[in-house]
Nanobody
Framework: QVQLVESGGGLVQAGGSLRLSCAAS????????MGWFRQAPGKEREFVAV????????YYADSVKGRFTISRDNAKITVYLQMNSLKAEDTAVYYC?????????????????WGQGTQVTVSS
């Protein structure tokens, strides 16, 4: 069992930045692929970014490419999402999730563990 706890959400003006953190409960975290997803009111949960267990591979949704950066520190068993140039449409609850390597990285059903989510609100 891996527990994930997100933090760092909040209210920010359009054009601003936030850094989300996701702390894992177990050292085996370092063997998992880690993803960030988000869910806006009335919408389905959508893929945002993913990072491989080694940190060498990252992928992003087109909507955040060039603005968001995912990273991880396996020594601290934490994954981060740096969000710059935020837009009103980035407003959502952001979730981190963990899955074994392989399989589709942008599908929610592929992930075994989820955090409770952190609210990000971008005012225009």
């Amino acid at each position: 069992q891996v527990q994930l706890v997100e933090s760092g959400g909040g209210l920010v003006q359009a054009g601003g930045s936030l850094r989300l953190s996701c702390a894992a409960s177990r050292r085996t975290f370092s063997s998992y692929t880690m993803g960030w997803f988000r869910q806006a009111p009335g919408k389905e949960r959508e893929f945002v970014a993913v990072i491989s267990w080694s940190g060498r591979s990252t992928y992003y949704a087109d909507s955040v490419k060039g603005r968001f950066t995912i990273s991880r520190d396996n020594a601290k068993i934490t994954v981060y999402l740096q969000m710059n140039s935020l837009k009103a449409e980035d407003t959502a609850v952001y979730y981190c999730a963990a899955k074994p390597p392989g399989s589709d990285y942008d599908q929610t059903h592929e992930y075994d563990y989820w955090g409770q989510g952190t609210q990000v609100t971008v005012s225009s």
